[in-house]
């Protein structure tokens, strides 16, 4: 089935661990993109990859890094995980990087910090 | 600063029609999306807008004015499988999606 897969579906995490959200498209979409969102708050943009080999920064990239090292796939690490991390995280992709393309979402993971 | 403001949450009757706001400020303008959220679940596109007028598609419309900065979302024939978020993006100057908070539609029989 075409589309985005993410995992883990949920986890709980100790404050000062390395997490890594995975993140898988097979629609062969050149941009991927990360995103966190809060109550209250829109989705706020954490790292994006217009293209494999490519990454750079949201709104919000303190205490995130990525890596694209295909086209298929954009993990997201936290190197030492803190409880204001605790969100609902979002992989997305869309077509073209820099361009207007409509945005795909994956299921999501909700991450909670202790 | 780049700012999206859509309402926090309204209330309809189900066979009824609502409008959902959102005005926006952005660094440049390359279109307008509108997403459905439904609790628990990942967005889903609805529609984008990058010139002045209605776009209709089904139960659902959205219009843009640009010289405004406004947009909204029409839903017609009100279902309660309507009942979700609906979030409104505007696309930056760098091709950057910048989100408001969302507005919860509940739907009553």
């Known amino acids: 089935i075409a589309g985005i897969t993410q995992a883990p579906t949920s986890q709980i995490l100790a404050a000062g661990r390395r997490m890594t959200l995975r993140c898988t498209q097979d629609m062969r979409h050149n941009a991927m993109y990360w995103y966190r969102q809060d109550l209250g708050l829109g989705l706020r943009l954490i790292h994006y990859?217009?293209?494999?080999?490519?990454?750079g920064k949201g709104e919000v990239p303190d205490g995130y890094s990525v890596s694209r090292a295909n086209t298929d796939d954009f993990p997201l690490t936290l190197a030492s995980a803190v409880p204001s991390q605790t969100s609902v995280y979002f992989c997305?992709?869309?077509?073209?990087?820099?361009?207007?393309?409509?945005?795909?979402f994956g299921p999501g993971t909700r991450l909670t910090v202790l | 600063g780049q700012n999206i403001d859509q309402p926090t949450e309204m209330t309809a009757t189900e066979g009824a029609i609502v409008q959902i706001n959102c005005t926006y400020q952005t660094s440049g303008f390359n279109g307008l999306f509108w997403y459905q959220q439904h609790a628990g679940e990942a967005p889903t596109f609805l529609s984008y807008?990058?010139l002045d007028g209605l776009e209709e598609k089904g139960r659902f419309s959205s219009f843009l004015s640009r010289s405004k900065g406004y947009s909204y979302l029409l839903l017609k024939e009100l279902q309660m499988k309507d009942s979700a978020s609906y979030l409104c993006a505007a696309m930056d100057s760098n091709y950057q999606l910048i989100w408001g908070a969302g507005t919860k539609l509940i739907i009553k029989p």
């Open positions: 807008n990058v």
């Open positions: 997305a992709s869309s077509g073209l990087g820099g361009g207007t393309d409509t945005q795909y």
């Open positions: 990859s217009n293209t494999a080999g490519t990454t």
